[in-house]
C-alpha cells in the first residue's frame, strides 16, 4: 500500500496510484466531542464508505462536483487530490447539537430559514464558529469561495433532504467540506452518519453519530438502517 499522507480520527489518506489521486480509507473508529470519547465498531467504516459513496454519486448525478473517482474495496475511495479549504461548513434544517446548546433552542426545533455556518477546520481549537470576515482576514478562503461554498452548501441540502426523505429519514443537519481543483471548488470528505443528524420521520430514532455521542444505542444498527434504505431505493 502506498505512503500515509494523513492519518485522521476516522479516516487515513494514502498517495492514490496517479499523482493528482488519493485514496481515503474509512476506518471503524468513532470519535467524539473532539477525540474525547474514541471507540471501534467493525464494519463502521465500510458502512460510512458505501452511504457516502450512495450520496456522492446522487449529489454527482445532480451536478455537484466532487472528489469521487472510485470505490477501491469495501473501505476505500479513490478522490481527485483537492487542496483542502480549512473552513468546515455546516447546514442545519433543525436546531440541533451545538446550535441547539449555544442558542438555547430545544432540539428538533423548526427553523426560519436554512442555517449555513461555517467553522475553523482545526483539531488543536476546537473547530471555533468563524464569520466571513474572519475567514477572509486570516486567508483561509476568499470572498468569492465563500459565496460558492455557501451556495453549492444550500443546493446539496436540498437534493439532500428530498433524497433521505425519500427512505423515511428527516436531515436535521451535516458538515460538508470543500477543496479547491483545478480552478474549481469540489465538495470533499465524507458525507455519512458520522457527519449528519438523521432522524426517523416516523419514530424520531436517532440513526447517526448521536447514537455514540449521547449512549442512545447501538451506533451500527442505526448506519446499517440507513445504508438499508437508501441502497434499496
Ligand atoms: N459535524 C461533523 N464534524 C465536526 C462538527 C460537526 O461532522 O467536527 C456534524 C455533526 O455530526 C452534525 C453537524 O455537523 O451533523 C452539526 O454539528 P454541531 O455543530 O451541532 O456539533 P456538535 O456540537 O453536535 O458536535
Same mark, same amino acid.
Given at each position: ?71 477501491? %474495496? ?35 426545533? %423548526? ?7 461555517? %467553522?475553523?477546520?482545526?483539531?488543536? *481549537? ?5 464569520? @466571513? ?86 451506533? *451500527?444498527?442505526?448506519?446499517? @438502517? ?8
Amino acid at each position: 500500500m502506498s505512503e500515509v499522507l494523513l492519518k485522521g480520527k476516522s479516516k487515513v489518506v494514502r498517495q492514490g496510484v496517479c499523482d493528482d489521486s488519493l485514496v481515503i480509507e474509512f476506518l471503524d473508529c468513532v470519535t467524539a466531542f473532539n477525540g474525547d470519547k474514541k471507540a471501534e465498531f467493525v464494519g463502521k467504516g465500510a458502512l460510512c464508505a458505501a452511504i457516502s459513496g450512495i450520496i456522492f454519486r446522487h449529489l454527482e448525478k445532480h451536478g455537484i462536483k466532487t472528489h469521487l473517482i472510485k470505490d477501491v %474495496s469495501e473501505t476505500s475511495v479513490s478522490v481527485k487530490k483537492a487542496d483542502i479549504i480549512p473552513v468546515e461548513v455546516v447546514v442545519r434544517n433543525k436546531s440541533a447539537g451545538g446550535f441547539a446548546k449555544k442558542y438555547g433552542v430545544d432540539e428538533g426545533s %423548526s427553523l426560519k430559514n436554512v442555517v449555513v455556518e461555517f %467553522s475553523y477546520k482545526s483539531d488543536t *481549537l476546537g473547530d471555533p464558529l468563524m464569520n @466571513e470576515s474572519q475567514i477572509t482576514a486570516l486567508g483561509l478562503a476568499d470572498q468569492s469561495e465563500l459565496r460558492d461554498m455557501a451556495d453549492e452548501a444550500l443546493k446539496i441540502n436540498q437534493l439532500l433532504v428530498n433524497f433521505f426523505a425519500s427512505v423515511g429519514i428527516e436531515l436535521a443537519d451535516f458538515k460538508l467540506e470543500f477543496g479547491r481543483y483545478q480552478d474549481e471548488i469540489i465538495l470533499c470528505d465524507e458525507i455519512s452518519p458520522d457527519s449528519c443528524r438523521l432522524w426517523d420521520i416516523a419514530t424520531g430514532e436517532r440513526l447517526d453519530k448521536d447514537r455514540f455521542r449521547r449512549d442512545l444505542g447501538d451506533l *451500527l444498527e442505526g448506519y446499517a @438502517e440507513v445504508f438499508n434504505r437508501l441502497n434499496s431505493r
